[in-house]
């Protein structure tokens, strides 16, 4: 089975611009979910999409929005980028949306740094 | 609301020592709970998870948690360390009405000495 992934890898933008990450989802996953680690930090929830619907969302600010597709793939649209954004931002996919126990599974995040 | 704490920022053992990385959380509703391993510029692997069924789980890598209700804990431990073990370590819950988003704790580095 294909894993997540997520591109870019890395991305370099500067203050006052908008930035769009990208997830592809496990086969088989229809929710999605995604974090934001600062670095020496633990992830913090940033929003959660099930079946293309926004299904929970953490304490961070509307300028922080997010799409997923039909085939569950899910974007991350970041505008108006602030020097604190820079951070490792990770996907993880997972069968079940809301009430669910099935375990979250992973990419290896995009580094994104703002200049 | 939910929350961990993990206590330690940075552990480092002897290879072969025992490993103990600790995590307590605060949950009002029956908590699931899961400890990730993350791997220097990778993504979170899941070492293993409680949902309420068995009280010690057995993970991947050998390394094991039991969970405490009367104090509020749910420690990682593994018998024996082995140098691909150092990592960074996060312990983290969820709960069924949370819409699955997880609360993760600030993580715990591992060292392993030769």
């Known amino acids: 089975e294909t894993g997540v992934t997520q591109s870019p890898t890395h991305l370099i933008k500067t203050r006052g611009q908008q930035v769009t990450l990208r997830c592809s989802s496990q086969?088989?996953?229809?929710?999605v979910s995604w974090y934001q680690q600062a670095l020496g930090q633990g992830p913090q929830f940033i929003f959660q999409?099930?079946?293309?619907?926004?299904?929970g969302r953490g304490n961070f600010p509307p300028r922080f929005s997010g799409l997923q597709f039909p085939n569950y793939s899910s974007e991350l649209n970041v505008n108006a980028l602030e020097l604190d954004d820079s951070a490792l931002y990770l996907c993880?996919?997972?069968?079940?949306?809301?009430?669910?126990?099935?375990?979250?599974?992973f990419g290896d995040g995009t580094r994104l740094s703002i200049l | 609301a939910q929350s961990v704490t993990q206590l330690g920022s940075h552990v480092s053992v002897s290879e072969g020592a025992l490993v103990l990385l600790r995590c307590n959380y605060s949950s009002s509703v029956p908590p699931y709970l899961f400890w990730y391993v993350q791997y220097p510029n990778q993504g979170l692997q899941l070492l293993l998870k409680?949902?309420?069924?068995?009280?010690l789980v057995k993970g991947i890598n050998g390394f094991e948690a039991e969970f405490k209700k009367s104090e509020t804990s749910f420690h990682l431990t593994k018998p024996s360390a082995h140098m691909r073990d150092a990592a960074e370590y996060f312990c983290?819950?969820?709960?069924?009405?949370?819409?699955?988003?997880?609360?993760f704790g600030s993580g715990t580095r591992l060292s392993i000495r030769p």
């Open positions: 086969s088989g996953h229809n929710t």
């Open positions: 409680y949902t309420s069924a068995a009280t």
């Open positions: 999409y099930y079946r293309e619907e926004e299904n």
């Open positions: 993880a996919s997972s069968l079940g949306g809301t009430g669910s126990n099935q375990p979250q599974h």
């Open positions: 983290a819950v969820s709960g069924p009405s949370s819409a699955s988003k997880i609360i």
